[in-house]
């Protein structure tokens, strides 16, 4: 079972959710709130998984919003009524596990939901977009050959399984990987093990 929380400023919006959670068997909806002070007011776990608008009424920060909730501990999905790119590539580089509109189908919210509890990044077409076409400069530009090694040695393959995968010679992919380094570096964004790197991955979008 997955407990979930909705951080929304919309009432009929949670009174609707409360009533179509009743029916889905493995998601346990939890508190339903306008705000994250109002969440985090007990200070402990808000819950696995929390679904925060992305702009409340109170005026909270969006990116504060999200590092608070995923400091107690939950995977965190924004959802908005309209596409943000910007603002939603900000929220997904503070932690969150995804980036929704409101214009889907609950199913597609459960499954969402569903997928961030399991630790996989869930992001709408809208956002997907936008990563693609940022220019912002704490956002590389990598090489296609850049971007094919840092995926494949990311996603937890050695350098030299990395380099067969891409179909060159390992010294060749280091030189690629040194570059990659190098580019976070300078824009500000430094990742020098695995694991800061999958985290790059993951914050900008590459796929």
Not at 74 to 89: A, D, K, M, Y
Not at 95 to 108: E, F, M, N, R, W
Not at 132 to 145: A, E, F, G, I
Not at 172 to 201: F, H, I, N, Q, S
Request: proline letters at 4%.
């Amino acid at each position: 079972m997955t407990r979930v929380s909705v951080v929304d400023d919309d009432r009929m919006l949670l009174d609707g959710m409360a009533a179509w959670f009743s029916s889905v068997e493995d998601l346990v909806l939890g508190r339903r709130v306008r705000t994250v002070d109002e969440l985090l007011a007990d200070g402990g776990p808000a819950a696995d998984v929390v679904v925060l608008d992305l702009l409340l009424a109170d005026g909270s920060d969006p990116v504060r919003n999200v590092r608070r909730l995923v400091e107690t501990g939950s995977r965190v999905l924004v959802v908005s009524v309209v596409p943000h790119g910007e603002r939603g590539i900000d929220v997904v580089r503070a932690g969150a596990v995804g980036y929704l509109t409101k214009d889907h189908d609950l199913d597609v919210l459960a499954d969402a939901v569903r997928s961030a509890a399991a630790g996989e990044t869930v992001h709408s077409p809208e956002l997907a977009f936008a990563w693609c076409r940022s220019d912002r400069p704490d956002r590389p530009q990598l090489s296609t050959q850049e971007r094919a090694v840092l995926l494949a040695y990311a996603s937890g393959l050695t350098l030299a399984t990395a380099a067969r995968q891409v179909g060159i010679r390992p010294a060749t992919a280091k030189g690629y990987l040194d570059r990659v380094k190098e580019k976070y570096a300078r824009a500000g964004r430094p990742a020098y093990t695995k694991v800061e790197l999958a985290a790059r991955v993951r914050e900008d979008g590459i796929a």
